[in-house]
């Protein structure tokens, strides 16, 4: 049983990490408070409106590659699918089906995408 536990934390361990770095929400530059899910997420839909701290009010702004892996995650997925994997005659249905996966793929980017300082 503990050694189960030990290989489940172990893995676990590197799923929660991507380059050497905790997957988890940003936080400010410069006093390290997280910001919420939701405040990231919705950056996203206004054109990737900068993201202004709660606590001191710094604005930071999406990297380059963090416009690169939003794009990663929700688009590609997307038109591969609609491209190639489509099982649909139905141009509806592949729409539809596309969007799906381009929502669930977004709900994933605040993780991951980064964003800066900005002055
Ligand atoms: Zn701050």
Do not use: D
């Amino acid at each position: 049983m503990e050694s189960k536990l030990y290989h489940f934390q172990k893995t676990y361990g590197y799923l929660t990490k991507i380059n050497g770095r905790r997957v988890s929400l940003q936080k400010c530059e410069s006093c390290s408070s997280q910001f919420s899910w939701s405040k990231i997420y919705k950056s996203f839909w206004w054109a990737y409106k900068p993201i202004e701290c709660g606590n001191c009010g710094v604005k930071h702004r999406i990297t380059i590659l963090g416009r690169f892996t939003f794009v990663a995650l929700t688009m590609i997925p997307m038109l591969t699918f609609m491209y190639f994997l489509t099982p649909f005659n139905n141009i509806i249905a592949t729409i539809g089906t596309g969007s799906i996966i381009l929502i669930i793929g977004s709900l994933f980017t605040p993780y991951v995408v980064q964003y800066e300082n900005s002055p």
